[in-house]
């Protein structure tokens, strides 16, 4: 039992640049997340997606794209890079809390390091 | 969704117990209090939640006045590894998971 994987661990790219980042969890878990982080700050929600086949927008949703490929796989896309976008990205998924009861626990990855030069 | 404020920082030594406060002011009726743990180069981790009074498990002790409007996590008897940045975080039931994670309180353990 894996938890939540990322690949890759670290990229570097020039602005302009596209690429995808990948997360897959073996939890059978509903919902799933992606999240940045910026040097000393906390973690900003950037897309979620509450169940197969729905995707939303969080806190910081601009120059990203997201697709809820299966249950168990949720992309992160960058169309054009910029150095704005430099972070260490965490994906994260849970169980579908049921209404009205304790919300679930999020299971997040290890990251993945960006660098836009 | 709530905003939480905590302190930046905290220095503790080895074997020491540690509080953690965070001020919740605008918590509602349906929010829960929940607590995350993140090492250097690590996603973070949960460690414990509650809704009111008190709430312990293995890792940790979360209080939770009647008025809800602040919380604080107790970390019983702190060693080295426990050197990390907790974020105090609240979040209603069916809100879609949406988390808002604030700067967080680093902690620092010294031997």
């Known amino acids: 039992n894996a938890g939540v994987t990322q690949t890759p661990k670290f990229q570097v790219l020039k602005t302009g640049q596209s690429m995808t980042l990948q997360c897959a969890q073996d939890m059978n878990h509903n919902s799933m997340y992606w999240y940045r982080q910026d040097p000393g700050m906390g973690l900003r929600l950037i897309y979620y997606s509450a169940s197969e086949g729905t995707t939303d927008k969080g806190e910081v949703p601009n120059g990203y794209n997201v697709s809820r490929l299966n249950k168990r796989e949720f992309s992160l896309r960058l169309e054009s890079a910029a150095p704005s976008q430099t972070s260490v990205y965490f994906c994260?998924?849970?169980?579908?809390?049921?209404?009205?009861?304790?919300?679930?626990?999020?299971?997040f990855g290890p990251g993945t390091r960006l660098t836009v030069l | 969704l709530a905003k939480t404020t905590q302190p930046i920082s905290m220095d503790s030594y080895e074997g020491q117990e540690v509080n953690i406060t965070c001020s919740h002011n605008n918590i509602a009726t349906n929010d829960y209090i929940t607590w995350y743990q993140q090492f250097p180069s690590q996603g973070p981790r949960f460690i414990i939640q509650g809704y009111k009074t008190k709430v312990t498990n293995e890792v940790a002790s979360l209080f939770i006045p009647a008025d809800r409007k602040s919380s604080t996590l107790s970390l019983p008897r702190v060693s080295l590894s426990d050197t990390a940045v907790y974020y105090c975080?609240?979040?209603?039931?069916?809100?879609?998971?949406?988390?808002?994670f604030g700067q967080g309180t680093e902690l620092s353990v010294k031997p």
């Open positions: 975080l609240v979040e209603g039931a069916n809100q879609g998971g949406k988390l808002i």
């Open positions: 994260a998924s849970s169980e579908t809390a049921p209404s009205g009861l304790v919300t679930d626990t999020q299971y």
